[in-house]
């Protein structure tokens, strides 16, 4: 039978997931998995990775020997295993597992490797996201993914044996790999998708209102990151407000943080609008279904598109 190699003993995250994307591909699927340190076992074996000091992006795919250099395009992190899987295999995974073909399947393959590759990369070679002197202010070690496979090692001191080390490699690779697939699906159909309905009210931002500075969802989705990445791409300026419909078909209003992970926002709803709520609120507005405006100003609702639009047109 036609094997996939890699070192046996201790386990990490980048051959855990290297080797669960590698058998998500039909011709790889049924391949067996040998741990070993052996050169006669990888001789013997089809693909080896994150083991044997070789690197040819044929059949050996290991990043440990003291010359390797090699990157994903446009990025400076030293690759791991995952990310030699990834840059060789990536694309054929995604056409694989999505169905799609064409430029999309280039433009998720970037994003899979920004916002999840990368950082397993960079884990494996020991590269701080972090430069200089900081404070922490809070452990978060064991909330990040090469920490919890980590811990699946055998515990050392109860003398584990290989089969051990093996059984939870298994283990490894599955919650490795489990989390990758989410992260396909997720970037493969909610982003691409929350993406067109994002660039569809961009587009139509005059239609909302002559400031431009205004946008109507059609439908609720993640629409933060997309927002910011497209208004440099369309050249639109920025946005100060997204309208859009509740669960409950009311409406809101939302400010936009200064950036994804901002509690600041460019612009915030009318200060003297804030922590009120329904008759009050209405009065205030001008409008005859208000119903709250947060507290801090970053957030409110209506019972319609017009009445949030009045208090978008207003807070600007």
């Given at each position: 039978?036609?094997k996939?190699?890699?070192?046996?003993?201790?386990?990490?995250?980048?051959?855990?997931?290297?080797?669960?994307?590698?058998?998500?591909?039909?011709?790889?699927?049924?391949?067996?998995?040998?741990?070993?340190?052996?050169p006669?076992?990888?001789?013997?074996?089809?693909i080896?990775?994150?083991?044997?000091?070789?690197?040819d992006?044929?059949?050996?795919?290991?990043?440990?020997?003291?010359?390797?250099?090699?990157?994903?395009?446009g990025?400076?992190?030293?690759?791991?295993?995952?990310?030699?899987?990834?840059?060789?295999?990536?694309?054929?995974?995604?056409?694989?597992?999505?169905?799609?073909?064409?430029?999309?399947?280039?433009?998720?393959?970037?994003?899979?490797?920004?916002?999840?590759?990368?950082?397993?990369?960079?884990?494996?070679?020991?590269?701080?996201?972090?430069?200089?002197?900081?404070?922490?202010?809070?452990?978060?070690?064991?909330?990040?993914?090469?920490?919890i496979?980590?811990?699946?090692?055998?515990?050392?001191y109860?003398?584990?044996?290989?089969?051990?080390?093996?059984?939870?490699?298994?283990?490894?690779?599955?919650?490795?790999?489990?989390?990758?697939?989410?992260?396909?699906?997720?970037?493969?159909?909610?982003?691409?998708?929350?993406?067109?309905?994002?660039?569809?009210?961009?587009?139509?931002?005059?239609?909302?209102?002559?400031?431009?500075?205004?946008?109507?969802?059609?439908?609720?989705?993640?629409?933060?990151?997309?927002?910011?990445?497209?208004?440099?791409e369309?050249?639109?300026?920025?946005?100060?407000?997204?309208?859009?419909?509740?669960?409950?078909?009311?409406?809101?209003?939302?400010?936009?943080?200064?950036n994804?992970?901002?509690?600041e926002?460019?612009?915030?709803?009318?200060?003297?609008?804030?922590?009120?709520?329904?008759?009050?609120?209405?009065?205030?507005?001008?409008?005859?279904?208000?119903?709250?405006?947060?507290?801090?100003?970053?957030?409110?609702?209506?019972?319609?598109?017009?009445?949030?639009?009045?208090?978008?047109?207003?807070?600007?």
């Amino acid at each position: 039978m036609a094997k996939i190699c890699t070192h046996s003993g201790t386990f990490h995250a980048d051959e855990s997931l290297a080797v669960y994307m590698l058998r998500l591909l039909p011709k790889y699927s049924e391949y067996e998995l040998v741990r070993s340190r052996n050169p006669k076992d990888w001789e013997e074996s089809e693909i080896v990775v994150d083991v044997s000091g070789k690197y040819d992006g044929i059949k050996y795919f290991d990043h440990h020997q003291r010359e390797f250099d090699e990157t994903f395009p446009g990025y400076k992190t030293k690759l791991s295993s995952a990310g030699l899987i990834y840059k060789h295999f990536g694309k054929e995974i995604i056409q694989h597992k999505l169905g799609i073909t064409g430029d999309i399947v280039d433009v998720i393959y970037q994003k899979i490797y920004k916002e999840f590759i990368e950082s397993i990369d960079a884990n494996d070679n020991g590269i701080s996201k972090i430069e200089g002197d900081y404070e922490t202010k809070f452990n978060d070690k064991n909330l990040m993914l090469p920490s919890i496979i980590s811990n699946l090692n055998p515990i050392w001191y109860e003398e584990p044996t290989d089969e051990d080390f093996d059984k939870n490699f298994l283990k490894s690779s599955e919650l490795m790999g489990s989390v990758f697939e989410n992260i396909l699906n997720y970037y493969g159909k909610s982003w691409l998708k929350s993406k067109e309905i994002v660039q569809k009210s961009l587009e139509d931002r005059f239609n909302v209102d002559e400031s431009g500075k205004i946008i109507k969802l059609g439908n609720f989705c993640p629409w933060k990151d997309q927002l910011y990445s497209l208004e440099k791409e369309l050249n639109t300026g920025k946005i100060e407000f997204v309208l859009f419909q509740d669960s409950s078909s009311k409406w809101r209003i939302s400010t936009v943080p200064i950036n994804s992970g901002s509690f600041e926002f460019r612009q915030g709803i009318k200060s003297e609008w804030r922590g009120i709520r329904d008759e009050e609120l209405s009065k205030l507005v001008g409008i005859e279904d208000g119903i709250f405006v947060h507290a801090n100003g970053f957030i409110g609702g209506a019972g319609s598109f017009e009445s949030v639009l009045k208090m978008a047109k207003l807070s600007l």
